[in-house]
């Protein structure tokens, strides 16, 4: 069965510090992988696609096939970054549907 | 067009009641999620419609759940004899149909308490 596993809950990191927020996946297709992001008090919003290959707010994340992770990662946390973070699998069975991990908050602290 | 709207934003009910909620999508979206969000966790997946036809249903979505989005526009979720289980986030998210991605806009979400 398609899964997305977020195993930290919450993640505290110091401002300046790097951060790397975890997700797995299961699916035995081609994986859409997506990283959603929301900011206290503002709606769900995406933060990247691994089909883009971008960098958005100095954050990245690499589909790993053989590790079947998705991990976002950003080599200096800023204190704006604070928020609940969300992965997310997108399959095609006919329709579209959507798999979302159970998210991980991450406190930047000063 | 200031993105993906929802109605209302809050809805309290009593047990048994029936209670609707309206999304109003990015208006050249043709794709339309449903989500239900209980705390401590991620949006989980109801249902997917592309422009009218209802294309994918969650098979945790009960027989007292039915959504529709007549002319491909807006859609509603209507929940029948609500139950305290039901109380939650309701979000509605639309996209664009694109070659390869799906890239997924939320609106602001009803929150659902049954009493």
């Known amino acids: 069965a398609q899964r997305v596993t977020q195993p930290e809950k919450l993640l505290s990191v110091f401002k300046g510090a790097p951060v790397e927020l975890k997700c797995n996946y299961s699916y035995s297709g081609s994986p859409e992988l997506f990283w959603y992001v929301q900011y206290s008090r503002q709606r769900l919003q995406l933060l990247l696609r691994?089909?883009s290959r971008e960098s958005i707010k100095g954050f990245t994340a690499d589909l790993n096939k053989g590790e079947t992770s998705f991990h976002l990662k950003k080599p200096f946390a800023q204190e704006e970054d604070s928020a609940m973070y969300y992965c997310a699998l997108v399959f095609n069975t006919g329709g579209f549907k959507t798999i979302f991990g159970a998210g991980t908050r991450l406190f930047v602290k000063a | 067009d200031t993105g993906v709207s929802q109605n209302p934003r809050h809805k309290i009910t009593k047990r048994g009641q029936n209670v609707t909620f309206r999304c109003d999508p990015i208006?050249?979206?043709?794709?339309l999620y449903w989500y239900r969000q209980t705390l401590g966790q991620g949006p989980e997946f109801l249902t997917y419609f592309q422009n009218e036809a209802q294309l994918e249903k969650s098979r945790l979505l009960s027989d007292r759940f039915s959504a529709e989005r007549p002319k491909g526009s807006f859609s509603t979720l209507e929940i029948q004899r609500t139950e305290q289980g039901d109380s939650a986030m309701y979000l509605c998210?639309?996209?664009?149909?694109?070659?390869?991605?799906?890239?997924?806009?939320f609106g602001p979400g009803t929150r659902l308490t049954v009493l």
């Open positions: 691994h089909i």
């Open positions: 208006s050249e979206h043709n794709r």
């Open positions: 998210a639309s996209s664009l149909r694109e070659p390869r991605t799906d890239t997924q806009y």
